[in-house]
């Protein structure tokens, strides 16, 4: 079966603190994507990348950074981290653009700063 | 800049209805259509997907059609079961493999 694994399920972090959320997936996929989701506001696209090394920005890139060394794992970096940064971050892999291709999700990890 | 909608955003049924959960989104120009399935606290699991040349999919109990000229979608529910009580959302592919998601529907199915 395939997957997408997110390192933690739950995080508790201090306020200023560099933080690392890590996605690996076993398909051989070219895209990763992390969202953060909040009530009321859906699903929100931090960064995008299309293949080992790159990285693009979504919809709300500010205060994260991503990395991707190796086609299998993607890594959301929070550099400060801040209240605002509370939330259920979810990663997901698709194989390259095109009609037959859907995503496949992680479970998420639900990020608390205090 | 695409826009998903769904409708209801909450909805309750008895057991053993038969259901419809709507979407609408606003730019036609899409790859594919689709639907998550999510339980609290957790991620998404996918459904169903439409391509864009196809007009819906079955899946189980699962039926999702696709009207990609007026912008919407349909999952169609049969027979409802408690365990189906969970937050469908659906999403559309655009350019560059991004999906555009609505904010979901919240369906309880009651005993």
């Known amino acids: 079966d395939v997957k997408v694994t997110q390192s933690s399920r739950y995080l508790v972090k201090r306020t200023g603190e560099k933080v690392f959320l890590e996605c690996v997936q076993d398909?051989?996929?070219?895209?990763m994507f992390w969202y953060r989701q909040d009530p009321g506001l859906g699903l929100r696209l931090i960064y995008f990348s299309y293949d080992v090394k790159m990285k693009e920005k979504g919809d709300i890139p500010e205060g994260y950074s991503v990395s991707r060394e190796k086609k299998e794992r993607f890594s959301l970096i929070l550099e400060s981290a801040s209240t605002n940064q509370t939330s259920m971050y979810l990663c997901a892999s698709s194989l390259v653009t095109g009609g037959k291709n859907g995503y496949t999700f992680g479970s998420g990890t639900r990020l608390t700063v205090v | 800049k695409q826009e998903v909608t769904q409708i209801p955003a909450a909805l309750s049924v008895p057991e053993g209805e038969n259901l419809v959960l709507n979407c609408s989104f606003t730019?036609?120009?899409?790859?594919?259509l689709q639907w998550f399935r999510q339980d609290p606290g957790k991620g998404l699991t996918s459904l169903l997907l439409i391509q864009s040349s196809q007009r819906e999919q079955t899946s189980g109990r699962l039926n999702a059609s696709l009207d990609k000229s007026s912008g919407r979608s349909t999952l169609y529910i049969a027979a409802s079961q408690p365990g189906d009580s969970a937050t469908y959302l659906c999403a559309v592919m655009g350019t560059a493999s991004k999906l555009t998601f609505g904010t979901g529907t919240r369906l309880q199915v009651t005993l």
């Open positions: 398909m051989d996929h070219e895209n």
């Open positions: 730019d036609s120009a899409i790859y594919n």
